[in-house]
Structure formats: C-alpha cells, structure tokens
C-alpha cells in the first residue's frame, strides 16, 4: 500500500490489525506475569508472558482454562497455542490462546499439585492419620546421605541437646536415578530396627532435587512406615509430599533433630512442673472432700437433734391434754407416757447412731477410693516420668564407668577436634570429678553405620 494520503487512525489500525491476521497459528512458551485471577465478570483470563528479552499481552478465555487444568500464577512456565489480534478500540496488540499448557518445571508442579490432591482426598494427610512422636525419644534413625553437611548437622544437635540419645545412621542416595529404591530400602531397614522415630532429610536444593520426595511410591512408604516419620527436606519455603504425609513435618534437618530430642533442662523442668499440677490437683481435691465430709456430719448431727425436739414436744402436748380431760389419771399417764417415751428413745437413738455410723462409714471409704483413684494414676505417671528422667540422666551413665569432659568454659567435649595439647579440661565421673591437662591428642575415625551419641 502507497502512503499517498493519510490514513484515519481507524483505518491505519484496521490496516494493521489486517496484517497480524495474516500471522500463522504459533505455539508459545513464556513466563506468566502480571496474572490476577479470572476476570470477576467474565471468567477470562489477562496476563502476559515474558522471556528475558520481551514480554507480550494474553488472553484465555474462560472455557480454554477451565478445560486446561492449569491453575495460572506468576512465574509458571507455560505453553501458548493461539494467534496474534489488535484490538481497534485501543489498538492493543495480543496473543489470543486456543490451548494452554504447563511447560518445563511448571508440568513438574502440576503433576505433584494433582499427586498431593489425590493423596489427600485419600486421608495420608489427616491429622488423624498421623501419629504422636514419643515426647522422651532415646533411640532415633536417621535416613539420608551419609556424605556431607546433613548427617554432621543431625550428630551435632543431638549431642548439643541430649547426648544420651542413640542414633542410627541409616545411607541412602537423596535425588538422582535409583533415589526412590534406595530411600526404600533404608527407610525398611531403619523401621525394623524399631527405634523411636525416624528422621528423612536431605539439605536444600532446586525443585528438581527434591523431586526424588515427591514420588508417590515413596510417599505411600512415608505414610504406612510403622515407626513415625519426621521430615526436614530442604529450607523452610520447600514443602514436598513426603512433608505433606509425615507424622511430623520440620523446616530444616536441623530443626528435624532437634524436634526429637528435648534438652535435658526442658525435660526436668517439664516434670517438675507436671508433679506440681499434680499436687496442686490431689490437695484441691481432697480439700474438696473433706468440706463435703464435714457439712454431712453437720447435716446428721442437727436431724438428730431436731427429731428428739420433736418427740419432746409431742409428749409434752400429750400429757397436756390428759391432765385437762383427766386430772385423777395424770400421775398414772405420765408414768406410762414417761415409761413408753424412755423406751422409743432408748430404741430409736441407737439405730439412729448406727445409721449415721454406717453412712459415715461408707462416705470414709469412698473419700479414701476416690482418693486413691485420683491419685494412682498420677502417682503412676510421676514414677514412670522418674524411671525416663533417671535413664535419660547423665548421672547413671557416669555411674556405669563413662565420663562427660568439658573444657574450661564448661563446654561438652565429644569430639577430639574440640581440643588441642595444653587445654585444660574436667573430667565428671560417677562420684566427683578430676581436673586435667591435655598432653597428647589422637584422632580416630568412630563413626559407624550405627553409633549410639553418650
């Protein structure tokens, strides 16, 4: 066309918008940006995607995304077939779609997205479904890589919080081909050691690395272990379907590790606590009894004086109107009425006594059996807290013939590496402790597939 005249900005728009329908049908793969939500109104779908170079308007109308499946959100690669439209009112080039698609890793998310919506319409991730982790954990497995900084993390922070917890180590490889049988393996191998928990981690990584922990068959494992699951895979913001189906789900390995062993001041500070409240409870109790104790000996004590009152006055009524009707039979009547008086006394009194003996009686031994159903109980739970404290206590340990080392600033030595020719150190052993000074230090590899930390 020869520019011989101008054009309206109509017809320049129609002439322009003449020529992107000629474009073919182009499949497109960008970046989603800018995505709000369906339109309110209309359903249809406004965003744009981009590449590091260009970016360009969309639109899905709504039937083509409803028939997607494709839940839309900025930074989702995504597959675009459609054509090029210049809207006239605005001029506004964009990309109209006839089908949508997840490209690259956001099909990767897509299928975990539909994997975990499966799983939970399934029950894996009910609550219900997941089971306590015990609250004093003295034996735990770990299953990851026996190479690198996770395992040294979970050694670590179990020395640092509880020396005393056994550890097994259990290797696997964490991402790659042949992960899942190998997680497998190790993780039937750490269930038939029947430890207290079972701790899978791994450090963080891109999304692909974790896939490995959203394979289903690996799931299905997590969720059906006999021995409870704690995860720590990857760093707070990654959540993987083994997370989603644990017993217990924790942001980082460290953070795994530290879940299941409680400081040793936590735990004593715990139990006294709880023996407080126990004692607490047991004494408001019994205080409660005893008041109810006391106001049913009250209520006795005036039912019996009332009744004899009200013998009383009707013998006093009594020989009252014979003395009127009668005066020459009073001193008769009063003697028999005395004498028939002193008799009813004489049997009532006594099983009156005796009834309130008995109740008093039967209310004495249910004060003592509700008691003792009160308090057994927590006498049990006391004792069996005291039997975990005393194992869990480094002070049996010592008595066994070990020792706990700490240097100068009372810090627990558990590792050669900690310490260097002239340090002076203590040494705690069962019945007091000795000072000493480092002469010589020798390094020894100890750690084994299975290690016990204490």
Request: with cysteine; proline share 4%.
């Amino acid at each position: 066309m020869t520019n011989t005249s101008p054009l309206s900005v109509s017809e320049a728009v129609r002439f322009a918008a003449g020529a992107v329908s000629s474009l073919p049908t182009m499949v497109v793969t960008g970046e989603v940006s800018g995505f709000r939500g369906p339109n309110a109104r209309s359903g249809h779908c406004y965003f744009q995607i981009k590449d590091d170079a260009a970016a360009m308007d969309c639109i899905v109308w709504r039937g083509i995304y409803a028939a997607s499946g494709v839940q839309l959100r900025d930074g989702l690669m995504v597959q675009l077939t459609g054509s090029f439209d210049i809207y006239e009112r605005t001029g506004r080039l964009s990309f109209k779609a006839k089908a949508l698609a997840a490209a690259g890793e956001g099909i990767l998310r897509q299928k975990v997205a539909e994997l975990a919506r499966r799983l939970e319409r399934e029950g894996l991730m009910d609550p219900a479904h997941k089971r306590p982790i015990p609250r004093f954990c003295t034996r735990v497995a770990v299953v990851t890589s026996l190479s690198g900084e996770v395992i040294d993390d979970v050694r670590r922070t179990l020395a640092r919080r509880n020396p005393l917890v056994e550890l097994d180590e259990v290797g696997c490889a964490v991402q790659g081909d042949g992960a899942v049988q190998t997680i497998l393996r190790a993780l039937s191998v750490a269930a038939a050691s029947q430890p207290d928990c079972i701790l899978l981690v791994r450090g963080g990584g891109s999304f692909e690395d974790l896939m490995t922990f959203n394979d289903e068959t690996l799931a299905r494992a997590v969720a059906a272990c006999p021995v409870p699951v704690v995860t720590g895979i990857g760093h707070e913001p990654d959540t993987s379907i083994c997370d989603m189906v644990a017993d217990r789900r924790c942001s980082t390995p460290t953070a795994a590790a530290e879940s299941v062993a409680p400081a040793i001041d936590e735990i004593v500070t715990q139990t006294n606590e709880r023996q407080e409240r126990l004692a607490r409870a047991f004494f408001a109790r019994l205080e409660r009894e005893n008041r109810a104790f006391s106001d049913l000996s009250h209520r006795l004590g005036l039912a019996a004086k009332r009744r004899i009152e009200s013998e009383r006055a009707a013998l006093n009524a009594l020989a009252q109107r014979r003395c009127l009707s009668n005066p020459a039979s009073i001193v008769e009547t009063q003697e028999q009425s005395l004498l028939l008086t002193e008799q009813r006394l004489m049997d009532a009194l006594p099983r009156q006594v005796e009834r309130i003996s008995e109740r008093v009686e039967r209310l004495a031994g249910r004060l003592c059996t509700s008691s003792t159903y009160v308090v057994q109980p927590h006498r049990n739970t006391i004792e069996r807290d005291a039997r975990t404290l005393l194992a869990l206590s480094p002070l049996a340990v010592l008595q066994r013939g070990y020792a706990i080392v700490r240097d100068e600033a009372g810090h627990v030595i558990s590792d050669t590496e900690q310490v260097k020719i002239g340090d002076n150190l203590s040494v705690m052993l069962g019945s007091g402790s000795v000072e000493t000074c480092v002469t010589d230090v020798a390094h020894t590899n100890m750690h084994k597939g299975r290690r016990g930390n204490g």
